[in-house]
């Protein structure tokens, strides 16, 4: 597509339950990352996919969160038992390859955890 | 431990004024910075960068200045617009991207241009 797409982009859920989050990179982009914004914070990097590659999985912040990318294209960010930390924007992003500098943002998944 | 940081969590200036947001770093290795820029409910969107070779890239009214003896880098904005208001993102990674791949990011830092 021509750019980074996420859905949804409002989640609300219950404490307890689980959620899934969808990214679907730029045509070609071989790198994808998921980084999330809570409140009043930075960009906390999370997870880490490069091709074929085993992904860097050391941002995240527990076990409870997991990530896959099927195919080399979208990628499903799912978060078990949510608590209310959790709740933050998920951002996704891509780019064309490891030697480019530049990431490409989503507009992100804004989940709230009641 | 942080290793960027934009101690200023937020500047306001007046239209037609210079905006300077200012980013220090920790990591000697980081060769390669970058300025996001993110509107609210919406993904951050790059603006500008500048590698470790350089002190100084520029792209019509922003500027950044890299100090890398001070790991000290900034963005300048000259005119500043209203159309400018939004948060700012400092970003910095190693050769290739940094031996994770990623991007590590500051806290940013959310500019007001006041007409």
């Known amino acids: 597509g021509a750019g980074v797409s996420q859905s949804p982009s409002n989640k609300v859920t219950e404490k307890g339950k689980d959620v899934e989050l969808r990214c679907d990179p730029i045509?070609?982009?071989?790198?994808l990352y998921w980084y999330r914004q809570s409140l009043g914070q930075g960009l906390e990097f999370l997870i880490y996919f490069q091709g074929n590659s085993a992904p860097d999985k050391s941002g995240l912040p527990s076990d409870r969160f997991s990530a896959e990318r099927t195919g080399g294209s979208v990628s499903t960010l799912t978060i078990q038992r949510t608590q209310q930390e959790d709740s933050a924007v998920y951002l996704c992003?891509?780019?064309?390859?490891?030697?480019?500098?530049?990431?490409?943002f989503g507009a992100g998944s804004r989940l709230t955890v009641l | 431990d942080q290793q960027v940081k934009q101690n200023s969590p937020s500047l306001s200036v007046q239209e037609g004024r210079i905006s300077i947001l200012n980013c220090d770093y920790t990591?000697?290795?980081?060769?390669?910075f970058l300025w996001y820029k993110k509107y609210p409910a919406e993904g951050p969107t790059f603006l500008i960068s500048i590698s470790s070779i350089k002190d100084k890239n520029e792209d019509g009214r922003f500027t950044v200045f890299l100090n890398k003896s001070a790991k000290h880098l900034s963005l300048h904005i000259v005119p500043s617009q209203p159309g400018d208001s939004a948060v700012y993102f400092c970003a910095a990674s190693g050769v290739g991207g940094g031996s994770q791949g990623n991007l590590i990011f500051g806290k940013g830092t959310k500019l007001s241009v006041k007409p």
């Open positions: 045509s070609g982009h071989t790198a």
């Open positions: 990591n000697s290795m980081f060769d390669y």
């Open positions: 992003a891509s780019r064309l390859h490891s030697g480019a500098n530049v990431l490409t």
